[in-house]
C-alpha cells in the first residue's frame, strides 16, 4: 500500500493546530508570572485560575483522550456494550472524587496528590507511595503513544517510529514552556476535535452499503453478561471507580481550580462530560460489529482478528467513510491521543519535582527549593519523562499490560492511603507501611499472564483454560490494604499512647514522640513554609481568625488582614502594618 496522502496532511494539521494553542497558552503563563504570579504556580498548576469553561474541558480531559475513545470502540467491538465500563466507571470515580476529595484537598492548597500522603506518613514512605503513581502516568504516556505509533503506521503507512517521535516532541514542546495552562487549553481543542471529528463521520458510517442496522445486530455489539464472569465484572468497575480517583492527572486539575467548590462543581460536571464523549465511540463501535468487512476495501484479514481490533476505530474512519471525513476523524484521533500524553508527562513530573527533589532539599536544607529552580526541575523532569514514554512506547511490546498493572496499584495501594490521610487523622506511618506490603502482596499474588507473573494464590473459581483469575482479587487486595491501615494504625497508637505498654524508644517512626510537633510526628522532616504557623515565619504580630471571623479578600483589606499565598487561613494584625510590607503567610 502507499502513503496515505489525505491521511498524513489531516495529521499535520491537527498537529500544528494543537502545537499552536499549546505555546499562545504557553505566552499566558508568562504573562501571568511577568506580572508577578508565582512562576511555579502557573506551572503546575495554571495559577490556580482555570476558568469555568476552560476548566470543564480539561476536568472532562482526565480520562477522555485518545485511550478512552479508541479503548471504548474497541471493547464494544470485541466484548460488547456489557463490557465497556470505562464511561460510567470513570464518570462515578469523578464524582466520587468531587464528593469525596476535591473540596477537602483544594481547601489544604495541596500541589500534588502525594502532598497529604507524604505529610500523613513521612517522606520515605511518601517515596514509596510515588512509585506507582509515577509508574502509572509514564507507562500511560508509553501506551497511547504506542496505540498512535501503530494507528498510523497501519491506516497511513507512516513509519512508527516517527510517528511516536513527531507526537512526543510536539507534546513535550509545548508542555515545557506553557505548563499546565498549555494542557489545559490543548484540552478544549482536543475535546472539540473529539466531538466533532467523530460525530462527523457516524451518519457517513451508519449509511455504508457494508454496514447492517445496528437494530437488528444488538446482540452482537450489546452482548450479555456470562455469570461465570460477574466476579470479573465486578472487579474491573470498583477498580475504574475507585482507582480513578488517586491519579495526579485529576488531582493537577483539581488544584488548579480558583476555589474549593469550584473544584468539587467541575468534577461533577466532567462526569456527565465523560458520558456524553463515549457515545460517538460506543456507535462507532457498533457500526464495526454490524459490517461485513468483505464487502470494504480494508486489506487486512476478515474477521478482524483480536490482535488487530484495537485500531477498530480507525479502521471504521478509513474504510467506512469518504476521504474528506476520514480526514478530519483521523486527524481528531490523533491529535487527541498527543494531547493525551501532555497531561500524564506533566502530571509525572510535577510529583518528581514537588515531592521528591523539593522534599529531599527540605530535608537538607530545612526550606523549600527557590521557585524557579523547581520550575526547571519540573521542566527538565517533562523531557525525561517523555523521553522515557517514547522509548518505552518504541521497544516494549507489553506496555498495556505494565500500565493495568500499575493501575491495579494504584486502586490497591494509593486509594485506601489517601482515604486515610483526609478522613483518619489517627492513621500513621506503621498502618501505612503495613498497607503497602500487604496490597503489594495480595495484588501480585493473583499475577499477570500479559507479562509472564504466573499467580502464586489461585482464587476461588481461576479459569485454569484462559488462565484468568474470576475473583475480584484486585477489590479484596484493596480492602485488605485499607484495613490494615486502619488497624494497624490504631494498634500502634494504644500500644505507645493510650495503653502505654511499649516505650517511646521502640517508636522508630517516631509517631507518638512527644518532643515533635503532630505535623513533624508524622513527616520526620522539616516543615515545608506553608505549613508552618505564622510564628516561625516571621509572622509574630499575626494571630489566627477562627473560622466564624474569616472574611473575603474584599472584606479583608478593610480589616487588615495578610492572606495566605495557597489558602484561605487568614490572619489579623495586631500592629498596623505598611500595605508594601504586609507578609503573605500561612497557619495549619
Known amino acids: ?266 468534577s461533577y460536571i466532567a462526569a456527565v462530560g465523560c458520558i456524553v464523549m463515549s457515545i460517538p465511540s460506543i456507535l462507532i463501535g457498533a457500526i464495526a460489529a454490524s459490517t461485513d468487512w468483505s464487502l470494504t476495501d480494508y486489506p487486512g484479514e476478515v474477521p478482524i482478528p483480536d490482535a488487530d481490533k484495537n485500531l477498530i476505530l480507525p479502521i471504521v474512519l478509513q474504510y467506512l467513510t469518504p476521504t474528506w471525513v476520514s480526514f478530519f476523524g483521523l486527524g481528531a484521533v490523533s491529535a487527541a491521543v498527543m494531547s493525551s500524553a501532555d497531561s500524564s508527562c506533566l502530571s509525572a513530573a510535577s510529583m518528581f519535582a514537588n515531592n521528591i527533589v523539593n522534599v529531599i532539599w527540605m530535608g537538607i536544607t530545612g526550606r523549600d527549593l527557590p521557585k524557579v529552580a523547581l520550575v526547571w526541575i519540573v521542566r527538565g523532569a517533562i523531557v525525561v519523562v517523555g523521553g522515557l514514554a517514547m522509548l518505552l512506547g518504541l521497544t516494549m511490546d507489553s506496555i498495556y499490560s505494565l500500565w493495568y498493572l500499575c493501575s491495579d496499584l494504584v486502586y490497591v495501594i494509593l486509594f485506601p492511603q489517601l482515604l486515610a490521610a483526609v478522613y483518619m487523622p489517627f492513621t500513621n506511618t506503621y498502618g501505612s507501611v503495613v498497607a503497602y506490603v500487604l496490597g503489594l502482596l495480595f495484588r501480585l499474588s493473583g499475577g499477570e499472564t500479559e507479562i509472564g507473573l504466573k499467580p502464586f494464590i489461585y482464587y476461588y473459581g481461576y479459569d485454569y483454560a484462559d488462565n484468568v483469575q474470576l475473583f475480584p482479587f484486585r477489590t479484596l487486595a484493596m480492602l485488605i490494604s485499607l484495613t490494615s491501615v486502619i488497624s494497624v494504625s490504631y494498634g500502634t497508637q494504644l500500644l505507645f499512647r493510650d495503653l502505654k505498654l511499649l516505650p517511646l524508644s521502640a517508636d522508630i517512626f517516631r509517631c507518638f514522640a512527644p518532643e515533635r510537633s503532630k505535623d513533624l510526628e508524622v513527616t520526620g522532616m522539616a516543615n515545608p513554609s506553608f505549613m508552618q504557623p505564622p510564628a516561625e515565619r516571621g509572622g509574630e504580630d499575626f494571630e489566627v481568625l477562627p473560622p466564624s471571623e474569616q472574611f473575603s479578600g474584599q472584606m479583608g483589606e478593610k480589616l487588615n488582614l495578610a492572606y495566605a499565598e495557597d489558602t484561605t487561613v487568614m490572619h489579623r494584625s495586631k500592629a498596623r502594618i505598611p500595605e508594601e510590607k504586609r507578609v503573605l503567610s500561612t497557619a495549619l
Open 1 to 266: 500500500m502507499s502513503v496515505n496522502i489525505p491521511g498524513i496532511i489531516s495529521i499535520i494539521v491537527f498537529y500544528l493546530l494543537i502545537l499552536a494553542v499549546g505555546i499562545w497558552a504557553g505566552r499566558k503563563a508568562k504573562k501571568v508570572t511577568d506580572a508577578g504570579g508565582n512562576e511555579s504556580e502557573a506551572q503546575l498548576l495554571a495559577g490556580r485560575n482555570i476558568g469555568v469553561i476552560v476548566g470543564v474541558f480539561t476536568m472532562t480531559a482526565t480520562w477522555v483522550g485518545g485511550g478512552y475513545i479508541n479503548g471504548t470502540a474497541e471493547i464494544v467491538f470485541k466484548s460488547g456494550l456489557v463490557w465497556c465500563q470505562a464511561p460510567f466507571g470513570y464518570a462515578l470515580s469523578l464524582v466520587l472524587g468531587g464528593l469525596l476529595f476535591a473540596r477537602k484537598m483544594r481547601e489544604q492548597g495541596y500541589v500534588t496528590l502525594l502532598d497529604p500522603l507524604q505529610q500523613k506518613y513521612g517522606r520515605i514512605m511518601g517515596g514509596f507511595l510515588f512509585i506507582p503513581a509515577f509508574l502509572g502516568e509514564i507507562f500511560w504516556s508509553a501506551a497511547i503513544l504506542k496505540a498512535l505509533g501503530a494507528t498510523l503506521s497501519v491506516i497511513l503507512q507512516v513509519n512508527q517510529v516517527i510517528a511516536v517521535i513527531v507526537s512526543g516532541v510536539i507534546a513535550i514542546f509545548y508542555t515545557f514552556f506553557g505548563g499546565l495552562y498549555s494542557v489545559a487549553y490543548t484540552d478544549v481543542v482536543q475535546l472539540i476535535c473529539i466531538f466533532g471529528g467523530l460525530w462527523l463521520t457516524i451518519p457517513f458510517a451508519l449509511t455504508n452499503t457494508a454496514v447492517s442496522s445496528i437494530k437488528t445486530s444488538t446482540g452482537v455489539w450489546i452482548s450479555t453478561l456470562d455469570v461465570k464472569y460477574a466476579g470479573l465484572w465486578a472487579d474491573y468497575a470498583l477498580l475504574l471507580v475507585f482507582g480513578g480517583i488517586p491519579w495526579q492527572v485529576y488531582f493537577q486539575r483539581v488544584l488548579s481550580a480558583k476555589s474549593p467548590g469550584r473544584a468539587q462543581a467541575l
